[in-house]
């Protein structure tokens, strides 16, 4: 583990969550609402994505009827609200009902009383699922000890020098999981407020380093900065 890693989670969970990661609750049914509202939100911005869930949730008081409605019926609904990939995600979300179904209920409920690596494989042998989205849901939806790494979090290993350049999404992510303390709140912690870090000052794009808490303890800061 790198000696600056420490430091790091603690500076940004200080600046971006200072009362700690607070856990998602829901009525019944959360899961897999939570499941299609992350579907969403692959590709998409947040407001679009919002919108989107919004007419899935008005259009089909309950999910049987998406399922009757099939993909063409979905697709215009999300096409109505914005937002992009109208017809991947609507196939996805048909695709996703159906296999469930299949199940004989739409329902990701029993989730709750499997094992971590059981409930992930069954998240992973769903439609339109794959490991970070798994990751996603168990961390947020099921409070499991799973660490999501997105694009904000990739970059901030980069620029702090955590891993070499050359490394995939996925040997990251690999990375994080392996050094991140195996706890729910301080994996929540580092997720959440690593995104928020990476939206607000380390952009992909024109860093904010002059503002950065971190700014000392990375070698990017001084390549990156203002001149």
Request: aromatic share 4%; charged share 25%; with cysteine.
């Amino acid at each position: 583990m790198p000696a600056t890693f420490a430091p790091v989670s603690d500076r940004l969970e200080a600046r971006y969550l200072p009362g700690g990661p607070t856990p998602r609750t829901g009525r019944p049914g959360t899961l897999l609402a939570g499941l299609i509202r992350t579907i969403l939100g692959q590709q998409n911005t947040r407001a679009a994505a919002d919108r989107q869930d919004a007419a899935l949730r008005e259009n089909y008081p309950r999910w049987q009827a998406a399922l009757l409605d099939g993909p063409d019926g979905i697709e215009a609904t999300l096409k109505a609200a914005g937002g992009g990939l109208h017809r991947s995600k609507a196939r996805h979300i048909h695709a996703l009902l159906e296999a469930l179904d299949d199940t004989g209920t739409l329902s990701l409920e029993a989730l709750r009383d499997l094992p971590d690596p059981a409930a992930r494989a069954r998240l992973e042998a769903l439609p339109g699922v794959g490991r970070h989205t798994a990751s996603l849901i168990l961390l947020f939806h099921l409070r499991r000890a799973a660490m999501p790494v997105e694009g904000n979090l990739d970059r901030l290993a980069r620029r702090l020098d955590w891993v070499p350049g050359n490394w995939t999404a996925a040997r990251v992510e690999r990375w994080f999981d392996a050094v991140t303390p195996p706890t729910w709140e301080a994996r929540a912690a580092l997720h959440v407020a690593g995104v928020r870090h990476g939206r607000e000052v380390c952009t992909a794009r024109h860093p904010r380093c002059d503002t950065c808490v971190l700014a000392d303890l990375c070698p990017s800061a001084a390549l990156l900065g203002p001149a």
